[in-house]
Each structure stands twice: as structure tokens, then as C-alpha cells.
């Protein structure tokens, strides 16, 4: 019996999908956001550097992605939800609820990466408790965005209750990435489809329209078993990958047309 509930649980997936788009291709509000549309764009305008290191980087060495990732972004929405009061239990659902949502980014038209090096505090390699830390330098880079962001949520893959917990906390999310990232909302619209000037996974099983100028990154995603329990800051826990996160290799629409001594230039057009 076990074995037959595995096997009909994608139709069933499917089903459920299948009717949740046919709701949303209503011009009809959901969450008060008019559509039609499954995806929920949500825009920020950028208010400072962004700076979001690639995963391989080590502690010393930061090199940055030019976009955030869907991990970095469903984090920040996590973030947000505490401090717009929901409770750990809910804050640990709506996790769950966006493993299973797809997020795609639409990057401002320009970026342009530079870089500097830092001081820091790292740990001692000599075992002396009188000095656990010393003084190091460290590489880093930021990026300066021209235009807004756009974050497209697939409201498909979730119910009435993740909708509405989207548009309520947007708004709560001030920063992406690294600390001091800061980005100021702007609104929320809704779209049947998304053009090329959002990423796309290399893997796509949809339509693929490639956009102008290009790279190819490898984004992180939370896993199809990520909970809060394990992805906090404050747990003993590791995550697994696999499970709790996974890399996606991404067609990111901007792509680089000027380098320099101290810089990286790139564009979508």
C-alpha cells in the first residue's frame, strides 16, 4: 500500500497545481493583489552596496555574487516575519511553505562590481586564550546596482495562507545579502509569465527564452526538507545537501562588458 500512495502522490501534486493556476489566472485580487497572474512580483529599490558572497568563497577571500540567491532571499522573508510578529511555530511553517516555491530574480539593468580590502578580527592559530583573536586583512567586493529589483514568487506551489503571508511581510524586508545590503519596497504586481529579463534554471522544463546578455551561476535554494529547526543560526544542527539545501545552476540575464584594475561592469542590454 505504501508503495502505491508514493507512486500517486505526483499526480495528486500535479492536480492540486493544475487548479491552483487555473484560480490564479483569475484577474480577480489575491492577497489584495490584483491579477491575473501565478506569479507575485515584488519589487525593492536599492538603498545601498550589495554584497552576497558566492558559497565557494572562503572567510578571507569574498568574492560576491551580482544577484541574491532564492536561499538568500526566503531567508530574508523568514527574518522579516519574526519581526513582524508571527510566532516561531508560524515563522517554521512559512519556511517550509517556500521550500516548495520557486523564486526567479530580475536584476536592475546595471551593476558594477569593485572591490576593497578590510580589516577583521579572525581566530588565533596559536592556542593562547589570552589572544583567541588577531588582527588579518580580507577581500572583499560589493556591487552598485542601477534600477530596482524584481522577485518573482510562484504562488502555485502554495495555498491562500502563503499569499498572504508574502504581501504581509514584504514590505518587513530591508536588507538582502550581506549586513548593511539595504533595499526600500516599492509594490507588488502579479504576471502569467515571465520574460527573459528574469533567471532562469539551466535545467528548465518549461519554455526558455534567452535573454540578451548572460552568465551562469550556481544559486543555492533551500531543500525539499529545510525547516527552521535546522537552518537556524542558533542550532547545533547541519544542514544536508540535498535535503535541506541545494545549488541550482542559473541563467542570470546580465552579462559582463567591461572589466578593469578595480572593477567588473555588466549589463542586461
Known amino acids: 500500500m505504501a508503495r502505491k500512495k508514493k507512486l500517486e502522490a505526483p499526480p495528486v501534486a500535479q492536480n492540486l497545481r493544475a487548479g491552483r493556476l487555473a484560480a490564479l489566472a483569475a484577474v480577480a485580487p489575491v492577497a489584495g493583489v490584483p491579477g491575473p497572474g501565478h506569479w507575485l512580483i515584488v519589487e525593492y529599490q536599492p538603498t545601498a552596496l550589495f554584497s552576497l558572497k558566492m558559497s565557494q568563497a572562503t572567510s578571507s577571500v569574498g568574492k560576491t555574487l551580482v544577484v541574491p540567491t532564492p536561499y538568500s532571499i526566503k531567508m530574508a522573508f523568514v527574518d522579516a516575519a519574526f519581526r513582524a510578529g508571527l510566532s516561531d511555530a508560524e515563522c517554521d511553517e512559512f519556511l517550509r511553505s517556500l521550500a516548495r516555491v520557486e523564486v526567479r530574480i ?10 576593497t580590502f578590510v ?5 588565533s592559530r596559536d592556542a593562547d586564550p589570552l589572544r583567541p583573536y588577531i588582527a588579518s586583512i580580507a577581500y572583499r567586493e560589493v556591487v552598485h546596482h542601477y534600477g530596482t529589483w524584481r522577485w518573482a514568487f510562484d504562488l502555485a506551489a502554495g495555498d491562500s495562507t ?11 524586508v530591508v536588507s538582502i545579502g550581506k549586513r548593511g545590503s539595504f533595499i ?3 509594490g507588488f504586481s502579479r504576471r502569467v509569465d515571465l520574460g527573459p529579463e528574469f533567471t532562469q534554471p539551466v535545467q528548465n522544463q518549461g519554455s526558455w527564452r534567452p535573454p540578451r546578455r548572460a552568465h551562469i551561476m550556481p544559486l543555492d535554494d533551500f531543500g525539499p526538507e529545510a525547516d527552521l529547526e535546522t537552518l537556524s543560526s542558533f542550532t547545533p544542527k547541519r544542514p544536508v545537501r540535498g535535503k535541506h539545501r541545494r545549488f ?3 541563467i542570470i540575464p546580465l552579462g559582463l562588458v ?6 567588473r561592469e555588466y549589463r542586461a542590454t
Request: aromatic share 8%; proline share 11%; glycine share 6%.
Open 258 to 263: 567591461n572589466t578593469g584594475p578595480g572593477f
Open 106 to 115: 530580475a536584476p536592475p539593468e546595471a551593476a558594477c562590481v569593485t572591490h
Open 248 to 250: 541550482v545552476a542559473t
Open 162 to 172: 502563503l499569499a498572504e503571508r508574502l504581501v504581509y511581510i514584504a514590505p518587513h
Open 119 to 123: 580589516k577583521v578580527r579572525q581566530e
Open 184 to 186: 526600500q519596497f516599492v
